[in-house]
């Protein structure tokens, strides 16, 4: 019994961390390391296929200062994107073939084509 109020009581802790640590206020570019989910308008074309969700996600991962944005929809991911500030709290994509993503604490504004495919979204949080 001492055990699973034990177990329970550190869950509890965990979910507190967890509620208060992820913010949707938070920004982005204020981390060495964030993860955030964006909902809203997501497409991807490559040619031979097209595929578009008007209810999609985008979760954005910073490591450092890389991010990997990681696709619902069966979508594939872009990794390895790095960001230069523009503005505020505003930061516009930077590097070869991985230009045209916007991003905010509160928005993603996508529009990225390469040898890869065309990449769009238009999201909130």
Excluded: H
């Excluded at 490559?46 to 979760?59: F, H, K, Y």
């Excluded at 490591?63 to 990794?79: A, C, E, K, R």
């Excluded at 790095?82 to 504004?109: E, H, M, P, R, W």
């Amino acid at each position: 019994m001492k055990s699973k109020i034990k177990f329970l009581g550190m869950l509890a802790i965990a979910m507190l961390l967890f509620t208060v640590g992820c913010s949707k206020d938070d920004d982005p570019t204020d981390n060495d390391f964030f993860v955030g989910t964006y909902n809203g308008t997501i497409t991807f074309s490559n040619g031979s296929e097209t595929i578009a969700d008007d209810d999609g996600r985008v979760t954005v991962v910073k490591v450092d200062d890389s991010y990997t944005f990681d696709f619902g929809s069966s979508i594939p991911n872009i990794n390895g994107v790095k960001f230069q500030q523009q503005g505020d709290n505003t930061y516009v994509s930077i590097g070869d073939g991985l230009t045209g993503i916007t991003i905010t604490a509160n928005t993603l504004k996508m529009l990225v084509s390469n040898d890869n495919g065309t990449w769009t979204a238009d999201c909130t949080r």
